[in-house]
């Protein structure tokens, strides 16, 4: 499926028909330039070019990428949870560092949701470390658009599950109520 839509948010940038983000869901041809973008996008882990090549392949129907100018300048990797199908577990969220304040993470995550393959989702849930603001940002916005029924709990703890090496990661789950977001 490939999405193409004016990003009406900035409207500086609709001077021009070149100007428009391209929205699609990602191919395994992408993998690569998956891979480059979570590279620049800290503090998000990086994962080996060939995890980014599955998410792009494999998890292509609940995974989008943004393009300006043919550039890779946003992905959100997600999967539906084998053992909950109904949950939409977004896995990761970057947009490079030129494409930050615009909006494009939320605009990614909405258009993701409105996909039809994604009709019967009825949660999403993610996981995110204390200090990774743009992320708390984005779900805090969709929460508030949902509602504002989220729930925070501790899903990987620093001490007991990563043994120091790690921050802990703290589950966030959002019910899918509003029609704020209407599927179309």
């Not at 060939?50 to 100018?69: D, P």
């Not at 039809?116 to 009825?122: F, G, K």
């Not at 996981?127 to 990774?132: A, V, W």
Request: with cysteine.
């Amino acid at each position: 499926m490939v999405i193409q839509t004016a990003w009406t948010a900035c409207p500086n940038w609709m001077d021009s028909a070149q100007n428009s983000w391209v929205l699609r869901a990602p191919t395994r041809d992408d993998g690569a330039d998956v891979h480059a973008l979570i590279s620049q996008c800290q503090p998000l882990d990086e994962n080996s070019a060939y995890c980014n090549f599955l998410q792009s392949s494999h998890f292509a129907n609940t995974s989008i990428i943004a393009e300006m100018h043919e550039r890779c300048a946003g992905f959100i990797s997600a999967y539906r949870k084998p053992d909950e199908p109904t949950t939409l577990f977004i896995w990761q969220v970057a947009v490079h560092p030129d494409s930050r304040g615009e909006g494009l993470a939320f605009h990614m995550l909405q258009t993701l949701l409105k996909r039809d393959v994604l009709h019967n989702v009825e949660y999403v849930e993610t996981t995110i470390t204390s200090d990774n603001q743009g992320s708390w940002n984005l779900f805090r916005k969709l929460e508030r658009e949902m509602g504002g029924q989220g729930d925070i709990t501790t899903f990987l703890d620093e001490v007991r599950h990563f043994k120091g090496e790690h921050d802990t990661e703290y589950l966030y789950r959002i019910p899918l109520q509003s029609p704020k977001m209407d599927k179309e």
